[in-house]
């Protein structure tokens, strides 16, 4: 295997540790100089498509949240962001690690999510500097 093509599958496998796939519509909130263009590159890579920025009216198979302490309220950027998703669509909310300037406690996510009707359903090492939870609605609320 090529350097080349080692790089692209690792890239990719960024992209595949938040389960996406091929064709999927990504719609990317919060960017700011601190995003991992790595993480956001693989995605593309991944899903053959551009990511939509939170202007797209678009229905999109996920959201792809970069969130920060100091950003705002993060239920209501939840509920803002389900109205964009797709019937079984599901938000990635990616937040500085611990110890990272803008960390978000995960009490603090656990909490609005769920007064958002998100249900927290994974955690991850998303990027370097980036955690990431799979918020999902639940099956009932579907």
């Not at 995003?35 to 890579?45: A, G, M, N």
């Not at 198979?61 to 599901?90: E, I, K, T, Y």
């Amino acid at each position: 295997m090529s350097a080349t093509a080692g790089q692209a599958q690792g890239e990719r496998g960024l992209a595949e540790r938040l389960g996406l796939k091929p064709g999927q519509v990504v719609q990317e909130i919060g960017w700011d100089e601190d995003v991992d263009d790595e993480l956001r590159d693989s995605i593309e890579d991944l899903t053959g498509n551009e990511l939509l920025d939170e202007e797209s009216d678009d229905v999109v198979d996920v959201v792809l949240m970069w969130w920060r302490d100091g950003d705002g309220d993060l239920f209501d950027a939840l509920s803002d962001a389900m109205r964009a998703l797709a019937d079984g669509g599901q938000i990635w909310l990616l937040t500085p690690k611990a110890g990272r300037e803008g960390h978000v406690e995960p009490s603090d996510i656990g909490e609005d999510a769920a007064t958002a009707g998100l249900s927290q359903t994974s955690s991850i090492s998303a990027a370097p500097d980036w955690s990431g939870t799979r918020l999902v609605t639940p099956k009932g609320k579907r």
